[in-house]
């Protein structure tokens, strides 16, 4: 589907004179992503633990939960941590399990199997719980709208403690305890963090009650990272610096797992003590280590990934990155499978519809999510894919700028057994009897919140550029802005009327193309990921219009720069 180019509209001339020690070029990309003021600019270009975090005891929920493990020491309580199946709920787990073994409580972890039991609480799981002796839960990125489950676990004469992430309906579960940012009443001023960065605030409270030294918190940095990045949370504000820290302390871990896992994917961590920089950044936490992370529930157990974080031992840590290895590569192939049924589903859609909903028995739980991701960027449509299963069925939902897919899914809870997540993606669990029903009234939903040049998609470009700028210079003024992530994405440029002096496809199967491009007599190389059916659309001697990231090619010791193409079009 051809894409609307939206060229941001240009810095007003008062900010471009406020702050004239910046380049004109930094100042745009500032104004793009909201930070104006003087500041906001001086967290984002110099994130400082110290100064930029804010005070875990704003979080309300936390002094009472830290009264709570004190009473489960003393008492010598059985405790249990019950943790979503993803990144960012393993991640949590492991910070939460760090609190309480400094307490000398050592808890059981319970993650429940994403393909059998779902997201969530369940029933069955709590009343396993219970018979273990346990008599304080925590959660870790969920439990905010499991209310029979939390009801069960008060009668079961369990107190639950809530460390969650997700949006708050307008009632909240009868926990003894919430730490939620996003709950009503909260003073928190950062309401984006991810699951485990909730639960790094909890570890600051207590690590402070208990008088322990600020190293040993920033030890747990490179678990934060992994968890905001890969749970695609903004990366401005107190998750940029959590993030920054994150990957220096990621690049020194002291985690076996992690660096098992980075050997099995062939990253090795360079770290400069002079500058702190790192050549580790948000795509080794995103599409490196979180993926493979996360292919332990998709396609096995979460406890998988939860075993490398806390390994002991080199020999156990190397077994289960291999494991993990061999799980991701089986991801992909399952979701590669699952896409191209999905998508030839889709194909034969009326163009009028609105939203995607498709399913089947054969499509794992645990892949649907990616998938839904996958054709929502493709046919940029609110996306619900589900497994259908013998009663219910298990959705996975991805939406587009514009349109809250959790609004529309709590517009329609009498339909549904459960639901949860946030405005760009969400969950849920409906009975099978009850599908069509679901489908009508998000499509009604969609047809009367979706105005139609919403369905088309689009490319935030943050400037047009003069090949003559396009130097180190310029790459390295880019380059302030990383960590790249949502909220501050890598900036993207258009570059008008480049001559094409060569054409190929490269890569596996041929499936990237690679141009070689001269504007102003200054000649560049380009690369466009996924992009080689334009092999056939365009000619030697054309002149096209390039959208792209500007990076820098590093191969066999050599280091220059490229473009790497988004998309582009004749001119």
């Not at 929920?61 to 009264?67: D, R």
């Amino acid at each position: 589907m051809q894409k609307i180019w939206k060229i941001n509209k240009k810095a007003p001339q008062g900010f471009l004179e406020k702050f004239p020690e910046y380049s004109r070029l930094t100042l745009q990309l500032l104004w793009d992503r909201g930070l104006k003021t003087q500041k906001a600019i001086d967290e984002f270009f110099n994130p400082d633990y110290d100064e930029d975090l804010h005070d875990p005891f704003l979080l309300k929920g936390v002094k009472k939960t830290i009264e709570r493990i004190r009473e489960a020491a003393k008492k010598q309580e059985k405790v249990a941590i019950f943790a979503d199946y993803d990144a960012d709920g393993i991640c949590g787990a492991v910070l939460l399990s760090e609190i309480l073994k400094s307490v000398e409580i050592y808890p059981e972890i319970y993650i429940p199997d994403r393909n059998k039991e779902g997201y969530g609480l369940n029933l069955k799981a709590i009343e396993e719980i219970a018979k273990k002796g346990v008599s304080l839960v925590m959660t870790i990125d969920c439990g905010i709208t499991d209310f029979q489950e939390v009801k069960l676990a008060n009668k079961l004469g369990m107190d639950v403690i809530i460390v969650d992430h997700h949006e708050v309906l307008k009632k909240t579960p009868s926990a003894l305890a919430i730490i939620n940012p996003k709950q009503k009443g909260d003073k928190y001023p950062f309401k984006e963090l991810a699951a485990t960065g909730v639960a790094f605030k909890l570890v600051q409270a207590f690590f402070k009650t208990e008088e322990m030294p600020i190293s040993k918190e920033k030890w747990l940095l490179d678990l934060v990272a992994i968890a905001t990045v890969t749970d695609s949370m903004f990366l401005l504000g107190e998750n940029r610096t959590l993030v920054r820290y994150g990957l220096i302390v990621l690049s020194r871990t002291k985690r076996i797992g992690l660096t098992e896992l980075m050997k099995k994917a062939r990253i090795k961590p360079i770290f400069n003590p002079q500058t702190f920089d790192t050549n580790l950044n948000t795509y080794t936490l995103g599409y490196v280590l979180g993926p493979r992370l996360n292919a332990a529930s998709r396609i096995d157990h979460g406890t998988v990934a939860y075993r490398l974080l806390t390994a002991s031992s080199e020999e156990e840590a190397r077994e289960i990155a291999q494991q993990l290895e061999e799980k991701n590569q089986e991801r992909q192939r399952t979701m590669e499978r699952i896409l191209r049924e999905a998508r030839n589903k889709v194909l034969k859609h009326p163009k009028s519809k609105k939203i995607i909903f498709e399913g089947d028995e054969d499509w794992i739980a645990g892949i649907i999510g990616l998938v839904a991701q996958k054709l929502t960027d493709e046919f940029w449509r609110p996306c619900f894919i589900y497994q259908k299963m013998k009663d219910y069925s298990t959705g996975s939902v991805r939406g587009v700028p514009g349109f809250s897919v959790i609004d529309a899914l709590t517009h329609c809870q009498k339909l549904l057994i459960e639901y949860g997540g946030h405005q760009g993606a969400a969950g849920f669990k409906v009975l099978n009897k009850n599908l069509k029903r679901l489908e009508d009234s998000l499509e009604k939903i969609s047809s009367k919140g979706l105005k139609k040049e919403e369905l088309v998609p689009y490319l935030n470009i943050d400037a047009e550029v003069e090949a003559n700028n396009l130097d180190w210079r310029t790459f390295q003024e880019i380059n302030n802005f990383a960590p790249f992530g949502e909220g501050n994405p890598a900036p993207l440029f258009l570059l008008k009327g480049a001559k094409v002096l060569g054409i190929s496809s490269v890569g596996k199967n041929g499936g990237h193309l690679k141009l070689f491009l001269e504007k102003e007599s200054k000649k560049f190389q380009a690369i466009g990921f996924g992009l080689a059916d334009f092999c056939d659309k365009i000619r030697i001697g054309d002149q096209i219009d390039v959208v792209f990231e500007l990076i820098a090619n590093e191969w066999n010791g050599t280091k220059e720069l490229e473009l790497k193409i988004i998309d582009l079009k004749k001119a």
